[in-house]
């Protein structure tokens, strides 16, 4: 499948599935914050990897995560249906780390530029006395 196609397929999947978390799914162990981050397709089609993320517990996650798995069947009838591919993938849930990683950054990096900013004043007063 050309590069285009297999960006398309990913893209419409990628919708579909956050369609569906937004009102198809009616599982209460998946958090209303969840949303899907990003599709890898393998170059064949046979397996999508579908990540997503969540800002929560670890014990929200894991829900999340097994409600997911629970309902890959389910998911998988409702592509096909919207999907215009003779094979739908092999649907593969992972969760998607990286937005609490940036959060984290951004606190470190916060909270080194007050001290930058804190250390700076510190240093006018020092010369003004």
Do not use: C, H, W
């Amino acid at each position: 499948m050309d590069k285009r196609r297999l960006y398309r397929v990913q893209s419409e999947i990628q919708r579909i599935i956050s369609e569906l978390l937004i009102e198809g799914l009616k599982d209460p162990r998946i958090d209303q914050m969840t949303s899907v981050s990003k599709v890898e397709l393998s170059n064949d089609t046979s397996v999508a990897t579908i990540y997503f993320s969540i800002y929560g517990s670890q014990k929200t996650k894991e829900d999340t995560l097994s409600a997911l798995e629970n309902a890959k069947g389910y998911i998988r009838s409702r592509l096909a249906k919207v999907l215009e591919i003779r094979q739908v993938p092999e649907l593969r849930f992972k969760i998607d780390e990286s937005v609490e990683y940036s959060i984290e950054i951004q606190k470190i990096l916060n909270k080194l530029n007050l001290e930058s900013e804190e250390k700076s004043n510190e240093e006018q007063k020092e010369d003004e006395e």
